[in-house]
């Protein structure tokens, strides 16, 4: 089993830094998000800013990720992959996964962004995925255990009618983008590591405006969900502290998206 990781007040500085970086890059997406954008404009600029700041983009190669960013319009949860092919379009809902690695570790957030005018139900499903990511860290406090959030955030989730993605799930984050322990977006409260001072973690709700199962196309990273529904998505890397949480992916002035 992997060890989780606790790191010092030099480390979590620069994780700090990471994370400003990550967060800024998450807000240039976010304001790219315009009808006639293609996801790979969007990519392309993700990917000037981080290395503008003396950084690499995290999922650049990651595994073989093809791009900077992963950019996933409406039914496709997560990993979509950056394409000229792809043109957005008013009323599509885009979500933005971006990561930045400097100083020897990673900032990893994402958000879900309206595309011009949206529907109704889109519009509640990406206040939902949103809160719900607030309402999982509440509980993300040394002494508790990580199921603590999990339980939260798929509570909350479910009292609007949505569903929670169990395929793929949060993460410690640090020196390495993925690192232990996993942080699910479900199952009861009680379970899973105690939350420490200096552990670093990717709380990340993945929420779907129908039910919650997904498959992967044939390129290997795009998810989608299985019936077609909407999917949003909203994510923080957070320092777990004697105080609480501390948001690391924030940027200069203080903006979480």
Not at 203 to 208: A, K, Y
């Amino acid at each position: 089993m992997e060890l989780i990781t606790l790191k010092s007040p030099r480390e979590q500085e620069l994780m700090r830094r990471a994370g400003r970086i990550t967060a800024q890059a998450r807000k240039l997406a976010g304001e790219m998000i315009k009808p006639g954008v293609t996801t790979l404009e969007i990519d392309a600029a993700v990917r000037r800013f981080i290395e503008s700041q003396g950084a690499t983009p995290s999922f650049l190669n990651y595994s073989g990720y093809p791009g900077s960013a992963c950019i996933s319009v409406n039914e496709v949860v997560i990993h979509g992959i950056p394409s000229r092919r792809i043109v957005l379009k008013e009323g599509d809902i885009v979500s933005v996964d971006v990561g930045a690695f400097i100083g020897g570790f990673h900032g990893d957030c994402a958000a879900t962004y309206p595309c011009g005018e949206i529907s109704d139900e889109a519009k509640k499903l990406i206040e939902v995925t949103r809160q719900s990511f607030w309402e999982g860290i509440q509980n993300a406090r040394a002494g508790n255990r990580v199921s603590d959030i999990s339980h939260a955030v798929q509570k909350y989730v479910e009292g609007f009618g949505f569903s929670v993605v169990r395929d793929f799930v949060g993460h410690g984050v640090g020196s390495k983008l993925h690192e232990a322990p996993e942080v699910p977006n479900y199952g009861p409260a009680g379970h899973g590591a105690r939350l420490q001072p200096g552990m670093t973690i990717a709380v990340e709700p993945m929420v779907c405006a129908g039910d919650w199962r997904v498959r992967v196309l044939k390129d290997g990273w795009t998810t989608v969900t299985e019936d077609g529904s909407l999917a949003a998505h909203y994510e923080n890397s957070i320092l777990i502290t004697d105080d609480g949480p501390e948001i690391l992916t924030v940027t200069e002035d203080g903006a979480y998206e």
